[in-house]
């Protein structure tokens, strides 16, 4: 099983990463100069790193990308162009995630849901954050 890619008039606007998808080394599936890197880490009993932190780099990011990875539930997410057109239904389950990397989205909850959620920051606010589109 591959992670599927949501793609609409040529724009990838989402990763779907089901539990079932497996790798058999560390596999990232954004691309390199994304501001977003995400992927699965994988490696055999006994492999070890060694001790280490990540250099402080100035970064400048003009897009914000966010994943959910569901814990327990079910969610939807919508899926819309820019212009509001409903472009997908996903439905996540548990150990499902998603990497919403372009265009609008909207989630519904069908049974109550625990969702790890990772995005760039900082966070600014909803009124500087969102953008509502009109469907």
Partial sequence: MEPEA???NGIKYALVIRSGVNVN???????PDSSFQFGLLARP???????HTHKSISRTIHD??????VQRGVVAVDLFSYEGTKIREILLYAG???VLIEGPHAIHVVEDMQCIS??????MGDEADK???KE
């Fill in 96 to 98: 499902d995630a998603i």
């Fill in 25 to 31: 080394k560390t596999t990232f599936f954004s691309p």
């Fill in 45 to 51: 009993a006994g492999f070890q790193e060694e001790p």
């Fill in 64 to 69: 914000l990308q966010q994943m959910f990875v």
């Fill in 131 to 133: 953008l509502v589109i």
């Fill in 6 to 8: 949501i793609v609409y």
């Fill in 118 to 123: 990772v995005k760039q920051g900082p966070f």
